[in-house]
């Protein structure tokens, strides 16, 4: 059964957000929700030499997450009304039933890819759900068709992993994937993939929240 | 200090579902030990309708914290599965045993044994609540609150604001006034509030330290730890003070201003307790 998920180069990403903004336009999301979100990730220092020089390890890479889809997804079992759901029928996309969802919020506590929100104007959930009516009718995701870089992609998971053989599921400040088993594949930049990463901190905290 | 508007309505329903169960249980304590006359017994009636209107404000609060309360009977939907509907599920049945009682109270209906029993089936029933309302919280995604000291707490204030804030009430309509007719009762309450206040202090403790320990993905903007340290330390200030204030109360009751003081500073511990929980709401991941 065909798992969709997407592929996104980190080496590609600029972080310029036309994949953040092109799905707000698409889905008229209001101030504070974006169903995509890029983070931008900064880390290292500025050493000086006792001599008035100085070298740098600084490093910035971008990281653009909108669902995962997880095969395990910790939204869905916390969500007291099954609002919250995997559609199995179709390519496994985990979607929000709007007409049962009470907007208690355990959704986003539980998505450890920080990716539903409560729009309390809309008085339920939200959150990226792969753009499955384009999907339906044949055309691509909003953010995949409007990224500049041609750096996002999607297809079916296995078929992206074997495109992709050394491509992972997981950079940092990722979590470890094998908690929720998410269903994305990502080709990570020199810098997302150095060991340097691990320390590195998201530099734009209050836009990604 | 870490702003947390969005979790005030769970903080306050937490803070007063526990203190209205934890009531019943110093309920059952005094009336299972105390050896009351008819008249503290209609006056402990009477006042006793508070627990169920605390109660009652606690639900109110819970629902302003929904973005959609009109779809609230889905949560039908997966009870046994979902440990929030289980947590909802358990609280009507606490609230509804509650209001009975109350109700058989106010007719004369509580005569004996009865009134034992029938505390103790409400005061069991909020032990339940407490334990539900701290599995609802055990995500696996959020190292901090993923531990028993999230079940511990939700007890620690049963058995400490609630117990005190019950065992007033008792003292109020003649706990303390017959010290050696009452002492048993007394002593059973003293304890089990100390007990509690153990539990919700270090339960706090570790939360917060589990909290300190997760790794800082952040710059510098927002330091949840540190916003945290404030509502830590009123915390256990206040939890302090209240059981100082409490034993005190509980054990003599010329010292009725004390029962007042502690009642209040635990109505405080059980907020700023339950405000650093909600405070080491720290993700594993983004």
Known sequence: MAQFAFYYDNSRCTGCKTCVMACKDYYDSPLGIAYRKVYDIVGGAWNEHGDGSYDTDTFLYHLSLGCQNCTDPACVPVCPTTAMHKDDADQGIVKIDETKCIGCGFCVIACPYNVPQIDREAGHAVKCEACYQRLADGKEPVCVSSCPLRALDYGDIDALRAAHPDATDQIHPMPAGDITHPNVVIKPSPAAAADAAKTGVIANPEEVD | ?286
């Open chain 2, 1 to 286: 200090m870490l702003e947390l508007t969005g979790e005030m309505p769970l903080l306050l329903f937490t803070e007063f579902a526990g203190i209205s169960g934890g009531a019943f249980i110093a309920l059952f304590i005094g009336f299972a030990r105390g050896g009351f006359t008819k008249e503290e017994l209609r006056r402990i009636d009477v006042w006793s309708v508070l627990f169920p209107i605390l109660a009652l404000v606690a639900i109110i609060c819970a629902f302003f914290h929904l973005a959609n309360p009109g779809n609230a009977m889905n949560v039908m939907n997966t009870i046994g599965r979902s440990p929030l509907a289980n947590e909802i599920l358990v609280f009507g049945i606490f609230f509804v045993l509650s209001v009975i009682y109350w109700i058989i109270a106010i007719a004369g209906g509580l005569k004996g044994a009865f009134r034992v029993i029938a505390a103790g089936i409400v005061a069991a029933a909020a032990i339940v609540l407490g334990v539900f309302t701290g599995l609802a919280y055990l995500f696996p995604t959020v190292p901090p609150w993923d531990t028993p000291w999230t079940i511990i707490q939700m007890l620690g204030i049963l058995f400490f604001p609630g117990v005190l804030t019950g065992g007033y009430l008792l003292t109020t309509c003649g706990l303390a006034d017959n010290i050696y007719e009452h002492e048993p009762a007394g002593w059973a309450l003293r304890i089990v509030m100390t007990i509690g206040a153990i539990a919700l202090i270090l339960s706090t403790c570790c939360i917060f330290g589990l909290g300190a320990l997760m790794p800082k993905i952040t710059s510098g903007a927002v330091d949840v730890v540190g916003g945290a340290i404030f509502p830590f330390v009123m915390a256990m200030v206040f939890s302090i003070v209240a059981w100082f204030c409490g034993w005190r109360a509980l054990k003599d009751n010329s010292k009725r201003g004390w029962g007042a003081v502690a009642v209040v500073c635990a109505f405080f511990s059980a907020y700023w307790c339950r405000y650093v929980f909600y405070a080491m709401q720290i993700s594993i991941g983004l």
